[in-house]
């Protein structure tokens, strides 16, 4: 059982978007804060039409789809989380702002409430250092979208009480999520292993070992993976890869977490991947995974 | 329809129990396919190869250079390698490794994939480095995964939870790895370590210790 009622998502980009999804749509009363009111809207439209597909594939009732969009309350007024059991950050991946957005909510938030991160790259140790509550801080690291993934991956910060970890994860499972404990660690348990991983397949087509169609099939027969390597970096995108690559290598120093040169001279020829309509493989038409 | 004769040459991790391939094979088949352990030996021991439509031969973790040769006058354009993947104890999946020389000609891997697919297989042609594809990709991350296992990042079950709900795997690594045998991950990653030099491919502590229980009997 969970003892939080009123949820606040700081930052309505892509994953706070589909966090906000996820809470509204599990009965929580939903703030959701952007400094862009552009942000918020298409975060909204996003909701809407989502939950209402959710409805025609039978998956929601019509009256969760009103319950849900009641719930859900935008603002650009950082006092209006005042109120919130939890604030869930899904703002830009910077040290910086997150440590002035969390600064600013832990004097408008009562004592209680518990701070999470949904950062990828950035130590949840790191960020709770400035957020004024080290003991009442976690990391909730959902996968993308959120709204249909059920993974998060939970990790305590080197302060993290045991009761903020407890009610943080019974939280978590009131979500419809499936929590995950990890350390606090560079890419958590998921990226820590796929990054490398990607980077692994990108070599082998670097070095002429086989096509990207051959290994990604070879994959998929082999260890019944629904997806190849490679066309996964198609979905990722080579432009996100890089960054991912650049912050996992910063912070480890693996040989095998660094950008192969490939990925540079793709984004150069505007190969990002499914987005640009070519990546390792071509595609027809660009629309977005999910759409 | 492309037609082929089978040579038995040892026991096959391949083929180790009865298999369309092996029935659908016939006595004056236009290709040779040399099945076994001692495929490479039984190449070697091959009169007119140049006559077969492709010669294809099993291959272990070894490179089909090793038996079809490299030098200017060794090199012959219809000899192929395969393996089916196979992870330790595990049933062979249904995925051939297809190898071939930079000199193969197209049509002799088109028709030893042809009969290959006739079977039922799903055929991935690579070039002859070692560990041919899935071996070279997965066995650095089976080896992170153990050692981040052992440094206590998370519990088995919750790495093999992130991993299969994150990815959508069947089967997460460690589960798998310990079903189909931690000493047979040693071996071939300890062969992949040798002959690429990468420590990604030094076999992780868990898998040495499978190995030398597995030695000491
Ligand atoms: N995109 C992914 O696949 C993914 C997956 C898991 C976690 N994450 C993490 O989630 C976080 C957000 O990533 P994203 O991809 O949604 O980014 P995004 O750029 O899509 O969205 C960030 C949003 O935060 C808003 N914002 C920035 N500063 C703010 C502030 N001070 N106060 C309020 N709002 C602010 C921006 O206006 C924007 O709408 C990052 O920490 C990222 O590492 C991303």
């Known amino acids: ?291 | 329809m492309s037609t082929y004769r089978i040579r038995r040459a040892g026991e096959s991790r391949s083929f180790p129990v009865a298999h369309p391939f092996l029935d659908l094979a016939t006595t004056d088949g236009a290709g040779i396919v040399l099945v076994g352990k001692e495929a490479g030996a039984a190449y070697g021991a091959l009169m007119a190869v140049d006559d077969a439509a492709f010669v294809a031969i099993e291959l272990g973790v070894e490179c089909l250079g090793v038996h079809a040769g490299e030098a200017a006058d060794e090199r012959r354009n219809n000899v192929v390698g395969f393996a089916r993947f196979r992870l330790g104890s595990a049933e062979p999946s249904r995925l051939v490794e297809l190898v071939r020389q930079p000199w193969t000609r197209e049509e002799a891997v088109a028709a030893a994939r042809a009969a290959f697919e006739a079977a039922d297989l799903v055929v991935a042609v690579c070039n002859d480095f070692p560990g041919r594809i899935v071996d070279r990709l997965v066995r650095p991350y089976y080896n992170a995964v153990l050692r981040r296992h052992d440094e206590k990042l998370a519990s088995a079950e919750e790495i093999d939870k992130t991993l299969c709900l994150g990815l959508g795997y069947p089967e997460g690594p460690l589960a798998l790895l310990e079903r189909t045998g931690l000493a047979a991950h040693y071996e071939v990653t300890q062969a992949l370590y040798l002959s690429l030099g990468d420590a990604a491919y030094a076999p992780a502590r868990r898998a040495q210790i499978a190995h030398q229980r597995a030695m000491a009997g």
């Open chain 1, 1 to 291: 059982m969970t003892d939080i009622r009123t949820v606040g998502v700081a930052g309505a980009g892509t994953m706070g978007a589909g966090i906000a999804i996820v809470a509204a749509r599990a009965g929580f009363a939903t703030r959701v804060y952007d400094t862009r009111q552009a942000a918020l809207d298409n975060a909204r439209a996003q909701t809407e039409g989502f939950l209402r597909k959710s409805v025609e594939r039978g998956k929601l009732k019509a009256e969760q789809f009103e319950r849900a969009m009641a719930n859900w309350q935008g603002t650009t007024r950082l006092e209006d989380l005042a109120d919130c059991d939890i604030v869930i950050e899904a703002v830009f991946e910077d040290l910086g702002v997150k440590h002035g957005l969390f600064a600013q909510l832990d004097k408008i938030c009562a004592s209680q409430t518990i701070f999470a991160s949904n950062t990828s790259t950035i130590s949840i140790t790191e960020i709770a250092g400035g957020s004024g509550r080290v003991d009442r801080f976690v990391g909730m690291h959902f996968c993308l979208p959120a709204q249909l993934m059920k993974l998060v991956e939970m990790s305590p910060g080197l302060n993290t009480s045991d009761e903020t970890w407890r009610r943080a994860w019974a939280f978590c499972e009131a979500l419809g999520q499936q929590p995950v404990r990890t350390q606090d660690t560079p890419g958590f348990i998921l990226n820590y292993f796929l990054i490398p991983y990607n980077n692994d397949a990108i070599r082998l087509v670097e070095q002429g070992v086989a096509e990207p169609a051959e290994i990604d099939k070879a994959i998929k027969t082999a260890l019944g993976y629904p997806m190849g390597p490679l066309e996964l970096l198609d979905l990722v995108g080579m432009d996100t890869q890089r960054l991912l690559c650049d912050a996992m290598y910063g912070l480890t120093h693996e040989l095998r977490a660094s950008c192969p040169p490939l990925v540079k001279r793709m984004i150069a020829a505007g190969h990002l991947g499914k987005k640009t309509g070519r990546g390792f493989h071509r595609y027809g038409d660009s629309k977005m995974f999910g759409a």
